[in-house]
C-alpha cells in the first residue's frame, strides 16, 4: 500500500510491574490506507483501547514501530507528540470527557488555542454548526444531554481538521438512537473531509458500517478481514 | 515557543469552577502573609510615630545629655546661640509619706519652660507652673498614680524628698517627653528645678542625668533633619570632649529603635515559621488539586497540550488563587496597626502612625508567592506526566514517585530564594539563618519520621483487634494521612515547645537567686561623707547581710584604642555598652563576683599611669585585648586608660558588677557616691525587707534604696506583656498546622467515606470504627507530640545557648503541657471529622460508587 495512513509493525507492549505484569499487545502488525474507516473488535480485555492509544501516541510500546501520517512516534519527544497529536489526531471518547468549566464553543476552540490559531473561536463555532450545535455555544456541558455532549466532543475532535481520527467506544454512553445519530454524524463528517478513522466498538452492526474489521484477541490480530472496495 | 495567552485563557476559565478544595490553602497564605505584613507594619508605625512626634519626645530638635554635671557657660552659651534652651534633670531618689513610709521614685525636675513642646496632663487640669511653684514656702510636686498608690497618699498631702517636703498638688497623666526621659523602674515625680536644688540631693558624684534641649528656631517653623543634624555634628566638633550624649529629633533612642527592630524581627521569624508550616498546607492543597483536575488536564492533554503547558495552566490556576490568599492576607495585615492604635493606642506608651506602607506589603507578597511557588510547583509538577490513558481505562502505569528534574529545580531555586530574602531582610542574619537551616533540617526529619512510621506500621505484627489492623493500615497505605499530619502538626508543635522554652528559660533567668550572692538591696548614691554611717546603719539593721560596697561614678566610653566610639562597629551582644553612660569604679582588689581569666591585677599601691579592668565577653566584642586603651569620659574628663586585666563576671547573680574598673590611681581624687548591695544567707520576707527601706529612707534622705523584688517584678511584668506578643505570634504558627491538619483530613475525607460504607455494608459498627479512627489519630497525634518534642527541645537548646548565651534547661512540665494539648487537639479533629463521616448512610453512597 503506497503512503499508507497508519503503518503498525511487529508491536508489543506490557502493562504492570513484577507479578502484576500483563503482555498485553503481542507483535501486531497492521497497516491503514489514508481515508479507510477501520472497525477494531474483540473481547474486553482484548487490548482494543490499548492499541489506539498507542497509534494516537498515547502509550509508548515495548517495541515495534508505530508511523503515522509518514512519521515515526518512536524517537519523539513527550512534548512532540502532544504537538503532533493536536495538529493529526483527533479523539474521540467513550466518556466524552468534555471540560466542565468551559461552555461547548470554548471546549472546542481549546485544541485550536493550544495550536496557537488566531480565528480559533470563529472555526470551533463553525465546528459545532456542523454537528447541529448551532444554539448551543454559550452551553456548559451539564447543561447538555448526553448525545449533544458527544457532538461537542466530536466537534472538538475534528476542529483541527485531522488527518486521523480515532474513536474509542462513542456510543457505549448513549441510548441506542442517540447513539445511532451520533455514529451518522461521525461517518457523515469522516466522509465529507476525508479523514481516517479507527473506531472501537463492541457492537457488530457498528463496525460492519467500517471499510474493514479487524479482531483483536488476547492482544493478538485474530483473522484480518478482506479490505472492502473503498466508496 | 507559542503564546502563553491560550494558556492564561483556559486557565482562567477552568478557574471557574470555583475554589472548592483550596479553601484551606487560602487561609494558610493569607494567615502567613497577614502575620508578616501585620508585624512588620506595626513596627513601621511604631518608628514613623516616634519620627513624628520626636520633636515633642525630645523637648526640643536636639538634646545634650549629662551625668554628674551641667552644662559649661561655654558649652550653653554655645547651645543657646542655637536656639531656646530648656533644662530637665531625672534621678532616682527616696519618696516618704508622713507615716514615714518610703518608696522608690524617678525624679523628673523641670524649668519654667517645660514642656517646651507639646502639652502635659495633670488632674485637676492646669499648668505645670502652677503645680510646681512654691506656695506658703513649700514647693509642689505633681505624682504618678503609682506612686500615690504605694505611699498611700493623695492630692493636697506632703512627701518627704530628701532635705525638704513638698505638697502633691496634682496627679501626672502624662509627660510629652515621657519616652525621651527614659523608662524607669519607679514612678515619676515632678517637681522643679529649684526644688529639686533645695533637697540635697545633687551632690558632687550622685547620680542626676542633666539634659539640655534645644529648640531651634522657636516660634517659626521646625528646622530641617539635615539643619538638626549638622547643628548635632557643629557641636560635637566644637566640644569634642564634653562626653554629652548628643541626639536628634529623628534618632530618639538608638538602643531603644534597636531592640524594637529585634524583638518586630523575632516576631516576623514567627511569622515566616507560620508560613512555612502552612506550606505543607500549600503542598496538600496542589496535590489534591492535580487529583482532582486529572480528568481535565489529561483530555487537555489528548487535544494537544504538551506537559509543560498542561503543568503551566496548573500552575497559573494555583497562582491565581494563591494572589487572592495573599490580598486577603495584605489587607488583614496593613489594617493591624489602625487596629491596635484603635484598640490599644491610648495604653501602650509609644505613639503610633498608622499607615499602608508598601515596602512591608511588598515584601509580605514576595513572601506569599515565594511559599506558594515552593511547595506547589512539585506537586504541579507530577502532572507533566498525567497518562492521557486514565481517560481510557482505570488501569493505568504507576505515576513516577518524583516529578520531572525541572520542577525539582525549580522549586529549589524558589526554595534558595525564599531563604536569601528572609536572610537579606533580617538584621539578625544569625538567627535567621538559624531559622532557615532549623526549618530545613526540620522538614527533612519530620518527611524520615513519617517514613519511619509508616514502615513501623508496616511491619507491625499481625495484631488480634480488628480496629488496631485497621489503624495500622490506615497509617502506612498509599494516599495514609501519616506525612500530612506529622509534617503539619509536627513542625508546628515544634515552634510552640521552642517558644514556650525560651520563655521559660527567661523566665527562670529573672526569678534566678543565690543566697548570699543574689542582693535584696541596691543602695544608690549614698555620699562618700555618709558611708561610715550607712555601713553602721547596715550592720545594725541587717547584721546577717552580706554587704558590698563600691564607689561608683558613671563614664560614657569615648574611643576603642584610637578609634572613636560613635560609629564603631562592635559585636552585636556587647553594642550596648557603648549606648549612654555605664557605671565605672575603682578597688585595689578584684571585685567580688570577678575572676581575673587574663592578665594581672595591679598592685594595692600601683601608682603609674591609669590602669583599667575589662569584662572579657566585652573585650571580645569590642577586639580589645590586654595592653590597649580606652578612653572613658568621666565627669568632663576623658581619661585614657591601658587594659591590664580581663575578668569573667557573673551578670546573671544580679550581684554588683562593673563593665570598666580603673586602678584606684586613676580615680580617686574624684568627687563620687558609694553603691552598696545588701545580700541574705536566705529570704527575710516582704515586711523585714520594707522595715530596712523605711529606716534607710529616715536616716539617709539623700539616699536611694532599689529592692530587688520590686525591680524583678516590673521586669517579670514588661516580660508578659512581651510574651503575650510572642504568644500572639506563635499562636498563628498553631492555628496553620491545625488549618494544614483540617485540610488533610478534609482531603481524605472521600476515601475514607468510600472505606467506612464498603465496612459497613461488610457488618462493622460504628463503635469498632471510631475506635480504629481513634487508634490512628493516636498514634499519629503521639508521633508528631514526640518529633515536636524533641525538635522544639533543640531549637530552644541552640537559641538559648547560642544566641542568648544563656544556660538551657529542659522545663519537662510546659513542654509536656504543650504536646499533650497537640495530641488531645489532633484526636478531636480526627474525631469530629471522622463522626461525620461515619453518619453517613451506605445506601446513598453506594449509589455513587
Known amino acids: 500500500m503506497a503512503d499508507p495512513a497508519i503503518e503498525i509493525r511487529d508491536l508489543d507492549l506490557s502493562l504492570g510491574r513484577g507479578a502484576a505484569r500483563v503482555h498485553i499487545l503481542q507483535g501486531i502488525s497492521l497497516t491503514i490506507a489514508r481515508g479507510e474507516a477501520v472497525g477494531l473488535i474483540g473481547p474486553s480485555g482484548s487490548g482494543k483501547s490499548t492499541l489506539l492509544m498507542t497509534l494516537a501516541g498515547l502509550e509508548r510500546p515495548d517495541r515495534g514501530d508505530v508511523i503515522i501520517d509518514g512519521v515515526a512516534l518512536a524517537g519523539m519527544s513527550e512534548d512532540a507528540l502532544a504537538r503532533f497529536r493536536g495538529a493529526r489526531i483527533g479523539i474521540v471518547f467513550q466518556s466524552f470527557h468534555l471540560i466542565p468549566t468551559m461552555t461547548a464553543l470554548e471546549n472546542v476552540a481549546a485544541p485550536l488555542e493550544l495550536a496557537g490559531a488566531a480565528d480559533a473561536f470563529e472555526r470551533a463555532e463553525a465546528e459545532l454548526a456542523a454537528v447541529g450545535l448551532a444554539g448551543r455555544f454559550a452551553h456548559y456541558p451539564a447543561q447538555l444531554s448526553g448525545g449533544e455532549q458527544q457532538r461537542v466532543a466530536l466537534a472538538r475532535a475534528l476542529a483541527p481538521r485531522p488527518a486521523i481520527l480515532v474513536a474509542d467506544e462513542p456510543t457505549g454512553n448513549l441510548d441506542e438512537a442517540t447513539g445511532q445519530a451520533i455514529i451518522d454524524l461521525l461517518f457523515e463528517l469522516r466522509a465529507e473531509r476525508g479523514a481516517t478513522l479507527v473506531l472501537v466498538t463492541h457492537d457488530p452492526d457498528l463496525a460492519a458500517r467500517c471499510d474493514r474489521t479487524i479482531r483483536l484477541r488476547s492482544g493478538r490480530i485474530e483473522a484480518p478481514a478482506p479490505a472492502r472496495a473503498l466508496a | 515557543m507559542k503564546p502563553f495567552v491560550p494558556l492564561f485563557r483556559l486557565a482562567f476559565r477552568d478557574l471557574r469552577g470555583g475554589l472548592a478544595g483550596l479553601r484551606i490553602f487560602l487561609a494558610c497564605v493569607a494567615l502567613g502573609v497577614a502575620t508578616i505584613v501585620g508585624v512588620n507594619s506595626l513596627a513601621r508605625s511604631l518608628a514613623d510615630g516616634l519620627s513624628r512626634d520626636g520633636r515633642a519626645i525630645l523637648g526640643g530638635d536636639a538634646a545634650f545629655s549629662l551625668i554628674h554635671r551641667q552644662l559649661s557657660p561655654a558649652e550653653r552659651s554655645y547651645l543657646a546661640a542655637h536656639g531656646a534652651l530648656s533644662d530637665v534633670a531625672t534621678m532616682r531618689a527616696m519618696a516618704r509619706n508622713e507615716a514615714g513610709d518610703a518608696a522608690l521614685v524617678e525624679i523628673k525636675a523641670v524649668d519654667p519652660s517645660w514642656p517646651a513642646i507639646g502639652r502635659a496632663e495633670l488632674t485637676p487640669a492646669m499648668t505645670p507652673q502652677a503645680a510646681l511653684a512654691p506656695k506658703d514656702g513649700v514647693f509642689g510636686a505633681a505624682v504618678e498614680d503609682a506612686a500615690l498608690d504605694r505611699l498611700k497618699v493623695k492630692i493636697g498631702d506632703t512627701l518627704a524628698i530628701g532635705a525638704i517636703k513638698v505638697q502633691i498638688r496634682a496627679a501626672l497623666e502624662s509627660e510629652p ?99 512555612i508550616v502552612g506550606g505543607v498546607g500549600v503542598a496538600n492543597a496542589a496535590q489534591g488539586f492535580v487529583e482532582r483536575k486529572r480528568a481535565i488536564l489529561a483530555t487537555l492533554k489528548a487535544i494537544g497540550a504538551t506537559g509543560g503547558e498542561i503543568v503551566a495552566i496548573a500552575l497559573i490556576e494555583f497562582l491565581a488563587v494563591t494572589l487572592i490568599g495573599i490580598a486577603g492576607g495584605l489587607a488583614l495585615g496593613a489594617v493591624l496597626p489602625f487596629f491596635v492604635n484603635d484598640l490599644f493606642g491610648a495604653i501602650i506608651p509609644f505613639p503610633l502612625a498608622p499607615g499602608i506602607f508598601p515596602g512591608e506589603l ?30 481510557f481505562r482505570d488501569l493505568v502505569e504507576p505515576g513516577r514517585a518524583w516529578p520531572r528534574r525541572r520542577y525539582v529545580a525549580l522549586a529549589i531555586a524558589a526554595a534558595a530564594a525564599f531563604a536569601a530574602l528572609a536572610i537579606g531582610m533580617s538584621a539578625e542574619r544569625r538567627l535567621a539563618i538559624i531559622v532557615v537551616v532549623a526549618t530545613v533540617l526540620g522538614f527533612l526529619a519530620l518527611r524520615l519520621v513519617a517514613l519511619a512510621v509508616m514502615a513501623t506500621a508496616r511491619r507491625a505484627p499481625r495484631l488480634s483487634g480488628l480496629e488496631w489492623r485497621w489503624a495500622l493500615a490506615n497509617i502506612h497505605r498509599p494516599g495514609a494521612l501519616t506525612p500530612s499530619v506529622v509534617l503539619s502538626l509536627g513542625l508546628g508543635l515544634a515552634v510552640l515547645v521552642a517558644l514556650t522554652l525560651i520563655d521559660n528559660v527567661l523566665r527562670g533567668e529573672i526569678g534566678h537567686a543565690t543566697p548570699s550572692e543574689t542582693p535584696s538591696f541596691y543602695f544608690l548614691d549614698i ?96 577586639g580589645l585585648k590586654i595592653g590597649d586603651a580606652i578612653t572613658v569620659n568621666v565627669l568632663g574628663r576623658n581619661i585614657t586608660a591601658k587594659i591590664a586585666n580581663l575578668r569573667k563576671v557573673n551578670w546573671r547573680s544580679f550581684a554588683m558588677n562593673f563593665v570598666l574598673v580603673y586602678s584606684p590611681n586613676t580615680l580617686k581624687g574624684a568627687p563620687h557616691t558609694f553603691l552598696v548591695t545588701a545580700a541574705f544567707p536566705h529570704d527575710i520576707g516582704s515586711a523585714a525587707e520594707l522595715s530596712i527601706l523605711r529606716d534607710a529612707a529616715r536616716d539617709f534622705p539623700t539616699v536611694a534604696s532599689l529592692r530587688v523584688r520590686d525591680a524583678l517584678r516590673a521586669l517579670a511584668q514588661l516580660l508578659d506583656k512581651l510574651a503575650l506578643a510572642i504568644r500572639s505570634a506563635s499562636g498563628v504558627a498553631l492555628s496553620t498546622s491545625v488549618l494544614v491538619l483540617a485540610g488533610a483530613l478534609a482531603a481524605n475525607r472521600r476515601s475514607r467515606i468510600y472505606d467506612s460504607v464498603i465496612l459497613k455494608t461488610l457488618g462493622a459498627t460504628r463503635g469498632r470504627l471510631t475506635a480504629a479512627f481513634l487508634i490512628e489519630y493516636a498514634l499519629l497525634g503521639a508521633a508528631a507530640s514526640a518529633f515536636g518534642l524533641a525538635a522544639g527541645a533543640a531549637a530552644a537548646s541552640l537559641i538559648v545557648t547560642k544566641v542568648m548565651e544563656l544556660d538551657f534547661a529542659f522545663a519537662w512540665a510546659p513542654a509536656l503541657e504543650a504536646a499533650l494539648g497537640a495530641l488531645g487537639f489532633t484526636i478531636l479533629l480526627g474525631l469530629i471529622g471522622s463522626w461525620r463521616i461515619l453518619g453517613q448512610k451506605p445506601a446513598a453512597i453506594l449509589r455513587e460508587l
Open chain 2, 177 to 275: 517627653d515621657r519616652l525621651g526621659s527614659g523608662l524607669g523602674l519607679a514612678p515619676r515625680v515632678l517637681v522643679s528645678l529649684a526644688a529639686l536644688d533645695r533637697t540635697g540631693l545633687v551632690q558632687p558624684g550622685s547620680l542626676v542625668r542633666w539634659t539640655t534641649r534645644v529648640v531651634m528656631n522657636p516660634g517659626g517653623e521646625p528646622p530641617s533633619e539635615s539643619a538638626v543634624k549638622a547643628f548635632l555634628a557643629d557641636a560635637k566638633k566644637a566640644f569634642p570632649e564634653a562626653g554629652w550624649e548628643a541626639v536628634g529629633r529623628g534618632n530618639i533612642s538608638p538602643a531603644f529603635s534597636k531592640n524594637l527592630d529585634r524583638f518586630t524581627e523575632f516576631l516576623a521569624l514567627i511569622g515566616l515559621t507560620s508560613l
Open chain 2, 362 to 391: 511588598a515584601l509580605g507578597f514576595a513572601y506569599g508567592l515565594l511559599t506558594a511557588f515552593v511547595f506547589a510547583i512539585a506537586p504541579l509538577g507530577r502532572a507533566h506526566d498525567l497518562p492521557v490513558s486514565a481517560l
Open chain 2, 527 to 622: 555620699p562618700s561623707a555618709d558611708i561610715g554611717a550607712f555601713r553602721t546603719f547596715l550592720r545594725r539593721e541587717a547584721p546577717s547581710a552580706n554587704v558590698v560596697e563600691a564607689p561608683m561614678m558613671r563614664g560614657r566610653i569615648i574611643k576603642i584604642g584610637d578609634r572613636p566610639a560613635e560609629g564603631f562597629k562592635a559585636k552585636d551582644n556587647v553594642a550596648w555598652v557603648l549606648q549612654g553612660d555605664r557605671g565605672v569604679t575603682y578597688s585595689d582588689q578584684p571585685p567580688q563576683g570577678s575572676i581575673v581569666v587574663k592578665g594581672e591585677w595591679w598592685p594595692a599601691d600601683y601608682a603609674g599611669p591609669p590602669l583599667v579592668s575589662l569584662e572579657e565577653e566585652i573585650a571580645d566584642g569590642l
